[in-house]
């Protein structure tokens, strides 16, 4: 739910601003490009001017997003993302609440003097910003950032293709509605854009209809061959080594989903997937139930995010990682079991 007051100090902000940056996480996912891009959108038709600037690219499957081309990339360009980061007068984080999400972009994002406004349903947010639209039992970013373009007035602006943007993001954070998350309100939501021409069906297909081969079988190489299920912990493991990955042309996105394959294992409550990136092992991390998994990643992996669905990473090897994770799993099943305890 978005607050009168938060809308109010957004609404103060933006009055004054010329040059805005709107900013997401690292390895950007739908509900971080499509916020991003549905924001430019309707800012830009207020005639302001708009500059979205991610860390890294995004996902092919993404590719279809309307001005997703236009996006500054800070690993290819930093001067330009740095120079946009400069001129802001308001700057948005959208989908994220910590600047260590940004990875080597966060030194220029801290070092920009703008007023930061964010949009995000994360827990726990930094202070960094100075008004905030956070709802942390909201399914996505998307749902609150409609919220916010409605409660500005500019529900009109939300047009079949910002719609699109929207709506991706929604359906992939609550895998594609099926989450506790999904609540009436987000079901509000796609009925008034599906009553402004959203095509849902176009935008499921072009983030799910087809993939490439190397990733369908990138994704059988990980079940087959690097799946490990501990039916004792409740728990099951995969990963994948910077060599799987090259021998399977690995590219951004390839690896989405894999973690809910070992989460989809029966008897299994907690499912971990990592992966080796360039400078670091990369996490996600899932669980069904009262089982916390951000609890999991914050105390052991710098990480965070929410309840049942989290993320991480870590400066060792994917070996050494993977040797941690199998060590900590005793404590997984501890807590496994206590909170089973809190439900009877
Ligand atoms: P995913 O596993 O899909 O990348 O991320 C799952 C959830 O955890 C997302 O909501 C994401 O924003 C959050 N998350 C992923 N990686 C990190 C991380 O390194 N730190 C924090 N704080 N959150 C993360
Ligand atoms: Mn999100």
Redesign the pocket.
């Known amino acids: 739910m978005v607050d009168a007051a938060d809308l109010l100090e957004f609404q103060r902000h933006l009055a004054e601003a010329h040059h805005i940056a709107i900013t997401s ?1 690292r ?1 950007p ?1 739908a509900d971080a490009v499509g916020t991003s891009l549905a924001l430019a959108r309707y800012l830009r038709s207020t005639g302001k001017e708009v500059t979205c600037i991610l860390p890294d690219a995004p996902d092919e499957a993404l590719d279809w997003m309307h001005g997703v081309a236009d996006i500054v990339l800070f690993d290819r360009d930093p001067g330009a993302a740095q120079e946009a980061l400069h001129r802001a007068d308001v700057l948005f984080a959208l ?2 609440n ?1 600047l260590n ?1 940004l990875g080597p972009m966060a030194d220029a994002a801290r070092a920009a003097t703008g007023t930061w406004l964010m949009v995000d349903h ?1 827990m726990g947010p930094e202070d960094f910003p100075t008004a905030m639209v956070h709802d942390a039992r909201c399914s996505s970013t998307a749902e609150l950032l409609y919220g916010v373009i409605a409660g500005l007035g500019g529900r009109e602006a939300v047009d079949a293709e910002g719609a699109a943007l929207l709506y991706a993001g929604m359906m992939t954070d609550t895998g594609s509605f099926r989450f506790r998350s999904v609540s009436s309100e987000t079901h509000r939501v796609i009925a008034e854009m599906m009553d402004r021409g959203l095509d849902h069906t176009a935008v499921h297909e072009a983030i799910f209809g087809e993939q490439p081969m190397d990733r369908m079988k990138l994704h059988a190489f990980a079940v087959v061959e690097r799946m490990e299920v501990y039916p004792e912990f409740q728990t099951a493991f995969v990963h994948l080594t910077a060599e799987d990955m090259e021998r399977f042309n690995y590219r951004a996105g390839y690896t989405e989903g894999l ?1 809910n394959k070992a989460l989809g294992v029966a008897g299994v409550k907690v499912a971990v997937f990592a992966k080796q990136s360039s400078d670091r092992v990369k996490m ?1 991390f899932r669980s069904v139930g009262n089982y916390s998994v951000r609890d999991f990643a914050e105390k052991h992996f710098d ?4 309840h049942n ?5 870590s400066n060792e090897s994917i070996g050494v990682v993977m040797a941690r994770l199998r060590g900590l799993l005793p404590e997984i099943a501890a807590g496994l079991a206590a909170t089973e305890q809190e439900n009877t």
């Open positions: 996480h390895s996912d989908d994220y910590g999400r994360h973690v996600s990480g965070g995010g929410h669905a989290a993320g991480g990473a």
